[in-house]
C-alpha cells in the first residue's frame, strides 16, 4: 500500500474505507484531567504569569491583527493562533475563570470575523492567503470544544465553512498550502480528524478529501525519514545539504515527528509504522541532547552540548511524542516525552514562568549577550532569559508545553480500562466504555520521587494500568492493592502497561519503581547523569541581574506601554567553577526515603535552584577547558583531563531547574582525598567568556 493514495483506496472499496485506524490508547477529552501537587502549582504559576497575561499587555496577541489591530511580528500573521494553542488547555486545566474569559472573548472575534467564504483571520488579498496560521488556531478550537461543548452551535458551523473553503483551496491548482504550511500540514490534519470521530455531521466524504489533498500538497516526510535522505550528523560539516531548509528546521522537525503515525491513520499503511519509529530514533541519536531536546539552533545541529535547542523545538517536540505514545503505543516515545517535560522544558524558563530562552545549551555556565555564538542562526541574547530574546514565536508558542502534558497523562485502554501513561500528580474522572465510572487520583513527587499512590473509586470491576517505564529496574519495583502483597511488576514488553485488576468501590493501589543511577555516554567521552526521568546538572553558583524587556529586533528598551513590570530579560553569571570533570564512580544519590505513605507536598517553585529534594553529589578536579565561539568547547577528551589542584565534592541537581549548568561531563579518574574546601571559589578565567 505504499504508493496508493486514499482517492485511488475509495475506488477500490467505497465509503467503507472512510475509517480511522484506532488509538492504541483513546484520549480522554481535555479538562477530565486536572494537575495535582506540583504539576497544579507549575500551571498555576504560569496562568499568573506571562502565559496567563500576554492577551493584556504582549502586543503581537494583546494588539494582534486577529482583535482587529496591526501588531504581528511577520506576515504569517501566526502569534494570536499560537496563543489561542496554549491558553485553551492551560485555561480548562487550571478550571480557571479569568483565562476561560480570555477565551471567550477571542473565539467571538475570530466567529465574528469569518468570511463569507469561510476564511478564518485577517483577510489578506485571496491570492495572498496563508493557511499555516489557521492550523494552531483550528486545533485550540477542536480543544475548546471538546472541553466545552457549550460552543457546539457556534463553532461547529465555523469550523465546517472553514474545512468546504480549506478543500476549494487545496484543489488543482493549489492555493495557501505554502512554505511553514506544507511543513506543518499534518497538524491541521489532526484536526480533521478529531472532527470526524466527534463531529462528522454528514461530512465524513468531506474530510477524507481534505486529509487526501493536505497529505498530497504537505512535504514528503515518511520519505525525509528514509536511510539515504535523513541527515545523520551535524549539517556543519556537510558540503550542501541534500534537502530544503524546511525539513532541517528544528521546529518542523519537532511537529513532523508525528506526520507518519497521523498519515497512517487515515492511510491504512503499516509500513508508515517503521517510518514513525526511524524518525524518532534517528533524531535524538543523531541531533538529541541528553535532556530530552532536539539539538537545532534554528537547523538541526548533531549532538554538541554547545550548540542550541530552541524551546520551539521542544514542546512541539513534546506534542508529538504524547501523540506518537497514544497512537502507536511504543514504550520509549512516553519515556521521551517525559524525559523533555522534566528536563529540556523548564530548564529554559525562569522559575516563575515570566521569563523564557529562545535556545539552550546542554553545557551553558552562564546566560549572557553573546558577542560571538555558536549558534546558525540565533542572535546574541538568545540563550538569555526573556520577554523576547530572540524571534517571538517562542514567547506565544512555548506555554502549550505542559497544559498539553497534562491533557496526555491518562489514556483509555480498551473498552474497560484507564492508563497512567505519562506519570504525574493528577486527578481524572471519566466513564468507561462499559459504562463503569471511575475516579482516579494520583498523589506522587514523581519524578522528584518514584512512588505513584492511588486513591481509586469505581462504580464496577475494572482494569487500571500504569506504564512502567524502560529506565525501572525490574528486581526493585512492585505494586500492591489496599494491604495485599507486594507484587513484582511485569509490564507488557511493548506498551510498558502493567494491568492491574480492580474490585469496585474505593481502592488504593501503590507502585514502587526501582531506579539506579545511569550515566549515558556522550559525545567526546563525555557522560550525561540520569536518575529516574530526571538528568542531572552541576550546581553552579548564580549572579543574577535583571532589567526592563528589550525589543528582540532592535535590541532597544520596549516601551512603558508594551511591557509590565513582572516581565524582565536577565543576565546570569557563575560565581563557581564550570570547568570540572567528574568520576562518575563516585555519585551519591541524596533523596528522601521511598515510602508508602502519601507524599508530602513540594514547594510551589519545584524548577527554582534548592526546591527539589533530590539531589547527587560526586568526586571532581577541575581542569582546563577552553572557549569556543564565546561558549565552552567541546569536552576535553579524557586523556586531555588532567586535574588542577585537588578532588573535591560537587552537587548536582535536576537539569529543569539548573537555569545554568554544566550537564555533559568530562570523565576523571583520580585518587586524591577529598580537599578540605567543599566550596570552591571560581577559576580564575572560566567563569565567563566575553565581556558584557
Not at 206 to 218: C, I, Q, R, V
Not at 538 to 558: H, N
Request: aromatic share 12%; glycine share 8%.
Amino acid at each position: 500500500m505504499k504508493s496508493s493514495s486514499l482517492l485511488s483506496l475509495l475506488a477500490a472499496c467505497g465509503d467503507k474505507c472512510l475509517s480511522l485506524l484506532p488509538y492504541v490508547f483513546e484520549p480522554l477529552p481535555l479538562g477530565s484531567i486536572r494537575p495535582q501537587g506540583w504539576l497544579f502549582d507549575t500551571l498555576r504559576l504560569m496562568g499568573d504569569g506571562l502565559a496567563g497575561h500576554e492577551y493584556d499587555f504582549y502586543s503581537y496577541v494583546k494588539d494582534s491583527t486577529w482583535r482587529g489591530r496591526g501588531e504581528e511580528y511577520s506576515p504569517l500573521r501566526e502569534a494570536a493562533p499560537y496563543w489561542f494553542n496554549y491558553i485553551v488547555p492551560l485555561a480548562y486545566g487550571l478550571d480557571d475563570a479569568r483565562l476561560k474569559l480570555q477565551v471567550r472573548d477571542f473565539v467571538e472575534k475570530v466567529i465574528d470575523g469569518q468570511g463569507d467564504d469561510g476564511w478564518l483571520g485577517p483577510e489578506p488579498p485571496t491570492e495572498d492567503r496563508d493557511l499555516w496560521a489557521r492550523f494552531p488556531l483550528v486545533l485550540g478550537l477542536t480543544q475548546l470544544l471538546e472541553a466545552d461543548p457549550s460552543y457546539e452551535t457556534t463553532l461547529l458551523p465555523c469550523l465546517y465553512r472553514f474545512v468546504r473553503l480549506l478543500k476549494i483551496m487545496l484543489e488543482p491548482p493549489s492555493t495557501g498550502l505554502i512554505g511553514w504550511g506544507q511543513a506543518r500540514a499534518y497538524d491541521m490534519v489532526l484536526s480533521l480528524q478529531w472532527l470526524h470521530e466527534k463531529y462528522p455531521e454528514h461530512n465524513t466524504k468531506l474530510l477524507f478529501d481534505t486529509m487526501e489533498l493536505l497529505k498530497k500538497g504537505a512535504f514528503n516526510w515518511p520519505h525525509f525519514f528514509s536511510e539515504g535522505t535523513f541527515p545523520k550528523g551535524n549539517l556543519d560539516n556537510w558540503d550542501g545539504i541534500p534537502v530544503r531548509f524546511d525539513f532541517v528546521h528544528v521546529v518542523n522537525l519537532g511537529q513532523a515527528l508525528k506526520s507518519s503515525a497521523v498519515i497512517r491513520r487515515f492511510m491504512h499503511d503499516e509500513y508508515l509504522l517503521e517510518t514513525a519509529r526511524n524518525a524518532v530514533n534517528w533524531t535524538y541519536l543523531w541531533h538529541g541532547a541528553p535532556s530530552g531536546a532536539i539539538i537545532g539552533d534554528e537547523r538541526i545541529a548533531g549532538v554538541s552540548p554547545a550548540r542550541g535547542a530552541e524551546l520551539c523545538g521542544v514542546v512541539e517536540s513534546l506534542f508529538s511524542l504524547s501523540y506518537l505514545y497514544k497512537a502507536v503505543g511504543d514504550n520509549a516515545f512516553a519515556d521521551r516525552a517525559e524525559l523533555a517535560a522534566f528536563n529540556a522544558l523548564p530548564a529554559m524558563t525562569t522559575p516563575d514562568f515570566w521569563a523564557h530562552q529562545y535556545v539552550a545549551q546542554t553545557n551553558q555556565p552562564y546566560s549572557i549577550p553573546l558577542e560571538d555564538t555558536p549558534f546558525w542562526n540565533v542572535n546574541q541574547r538568545g540563550q538569555t532569559f526573556g520577554l523576547e530574546p530572540h524571534f517571538p514565536c517562542c514567547t506565544v508558542n512555548h506555554p502549550q508545553g505542559f497544559p498539553k502534558f497534562v491533557s496526555a497523562l491518562f489514556v483509555r485502554v480498551g473498552r474497560r480500562g484507564i492508563g497512567h501513561a505519562l506519570l504525574s500528580p493528577a486527578i481524572v474522572t471519566t466513564t468507561l466504555g462499559d459504562g463503569t465510572d471511575v475516579t482516579i487520583k494520583c498523589s506522587t513527587n514523581y519524578p522528584f520521587g518514584t512512588v505513584l499512590h492511588y486513591a481509586v473509586q469505581s462504580s464496577k470491576p475494572w482494569l487500571f494500568y500504569v506504564r512502567i517505564p524502560e529506565w525501572t529496574v525490574a528486581n526493585k519495583s512492585y505494586f500492591k492493592v489496599d494491604d495485599g502483597e507486594e507484587q513484582l511488576l511485569r509490564p507488557d514488553t511493548g506498551s510498558g502497561m502493567q494491568e492491574i485488576s480492580l474490585d469496585k468501590g474505593n481502592v488504593t493501589v501503590v507502585v514502587h519503581l526501582g531506579a539506579d543511577i545511569r550515566v549515558e555516554p556522550r559525545s567526546h567521552d563525555a557522560v550525561a547523569i540520569h536518575h529516574g526521568a530526571l538528568l542531572y546538572a552541576l550546581e553552579i553558583g548564580t549572579e543574577v541581574t535583571s532589567y526592563y524587556p528589550k525589543d528582540w529586533q532592535y535590541q532597544r528598551p520596549l516601551p512603558e506601554y508594551r511591557r509590565v513590570d513582572e516581565s524582565r530579560d536577565y543576565i546570569m553569571l557563575n560565581t563557581t567553577a564550570w570547568a570540572v570533570a567528574i568520576d562518575p564512580s563516585t555519585l551519591k544519590l541524596h533523596s528522601p526515603p521511598a515510602s508508602s505513605a502519601t507524599p508530602g507536598k513540594l514547594p510551589p517553585n519545584i524548577w527554582d535552584v534548592g526546591a527539589s529534594p533530590v539531589c547527587m553529589t560526586a568526586l571532581a578536579c577541575e581542569i582546563d577547558w577552553g572557549f569556543a565561539n564565546g561558549v565552552p568547547a567541546e569536552p576535553p577528551i579524557q586523556d586531555e583531563n588532567s586535574c588542577i589542584g585537588d578532588a573535591f565534592e560537587v552537587r548536582l541537581i535536576p537539569y529543569g531547574a539548573a537555569k545554568i549548568r554544566i550537564a555533559e561531563f568530562p570523565v576523571a579518574n583520580f585518587t586524591n582525598k577529598l580537599a578540605p574546601n567543599k566550596n570552591r571559589a571560581r577559576h580564575p578565567g572560566s567563569w565567563r567568556g566575553v565581556e558584557l
